[in-house]
């Protein structure tokens, strides 16, 4: 008689269960936070919280008690306290596995892995730079230096719908917590991004990401 796998795989369309001890605590127009942000509304767990820690507000005393540092974004669960924004996508997707936001193949995950790297130390921070520069010829100069970044990424777009391929990844959520970011800054994409607008356009219409960002949907 054949043993029977312990490890079954759910159907994509299984919603993770329950948590009510899931709490994401967020910094307001922030990247990387908005990064953990949008991965957890993907995942869509019942029970799960964010809070949005604003500047020169009263630090929650819970907040200070799981995360002395008060470093953000920051997930507490119920195995334990995670900072970081890579590390906190990379946890829920292996915590809530349904939707997968990674690929299954170690080659595909290593590209992921390394799209991940290029937006985190590259892209993130020059939009966070852009975000502290203002508008003027600082925001231009900046501007101008991101932008042939953005369109050698675009390349890809076109053949294949998303970063890597026909999924949607993690990569693709930060892309477009990235692209959200400059149109919040007032940064228009040149003529020559129309399949980075197009790209653009894919993302702005999944569910979670209207729940993160339409107008009138703000964090609670």
Known sequence: MALRSRHKTAPPNIKP??????????APASPASDWARLVLAEKDVDGAQVQVMRPGA????????LNPAQTLPTLADREGVITGA??????LDERYPHPPLMPQAPAARARARMALEGVEHELFPRAAALAAAGRGAAQAELVAELLPRLLAGGRHFAAHGYLLGREYSLADCAWAVLLHELQRLGVELPAQAEPLRRYA????ARPAYQACFSPGKKPT
């Open 86 to 91: 890579r590390v906190i996508v990379e946890y």
């Open 58 to 65: 009263k630090v929650d005393e819970d907040f200070l008690v």
């Open 17 to 26: 269960a329950p948590n009510a001890g899931l709490m994401l605590f967020v």
């Open 201 to 204: 356009a894919r993302l702005a």
